[in-house]
């Protein structure tokens, strides 16, 4: 089982910037790619960012330019830098790791932005 531990969630405001983390325990299983998810209030989860293996990343247009997805292989630890935050991004925010077989979901850590 992949277990997945996101930290680093708050409050900010409006151009400020967070920086989630994502404790990955893969035990032993393969993982294809690791990502981060959003899902704000009455809305559908969305994908943020993917990062694989190689190294290549993926972003969605909202936060090209903005945010950075990124890992630390020594930590098992995956990163979203979150910066000119606005209060769009308000949402509750999720770690993700997928492979051939399932996806595994982090618990998630809520991010609030407002002046």
């Known amino acids: 089982q992949v277990q997945l531990v996101e930290s680093g969630g708050g409050s900010v405001q409006p151009g400020g910037s967070l920086r989630l983390s994502c404790a990955v325990s893969r035990n032993g299983i393969w993982i294809n790619a690791m990502g981060w998810y959003r899902q704000a209030p009455g809305k559908q989860r969305e994908l943020v960012a993917t990062?694989?293996?190689?190294?290549?990343?993926n972003y969605a247009d909202f936060c090209l330019g903005r945010f950075t997805i990124s890992t630390d292989n020594a930590k098992n630890t995956v990163y979203l830098q979150m910066n000119s935050l606005k209060p769009e991004d308000t949402a509750d925010y999720y770690c993700n790791a997928k492979n051939n077989i399932r996806n595994y979901w982090g618990q998630g850590t809520q991010v609030t932005v407002s002046s």
């Open positions: 990062i694989l293996p190689d190294g290549n990343t």
